[in-house]
């Protein structure tokens, strides 16, 4: 399976995409972009948790922050 992402600035624009897709039959959904950064910072940790380690680097740009080693 493969999926694409829409970034749109208003509800109005959700619902064109949403309703695109259901017309075409694909199955989509509507979801904070902050969303998508917790779940890549949600996985990040469960990784982790089962390796020795995630980089601080990688953690770091996730955050959009600068690495300041």
């Not at 259901?22 to 940790?45: F, P, Q, V």
């Amino acid at each position: 399976m493969e999926a694409i992402v829409i970034e749109v600035k208003n509800e109005a624009d959700i619902k064109f995409w949403l309703g695109l897709a259901k017309k075409k039959g694909t199955r989509a959904k509507s979801i904070n972009t902050e969303e998508l950064d917790d779940e890549k910072l949600a996985s990040l940790i469960e990784k982790g948790m089962k390796t020795k380690s995630v980089s601080r680097k990688t953690i770091m740009e996730l955050l959009g922050q600068k690495n300041e080693d």
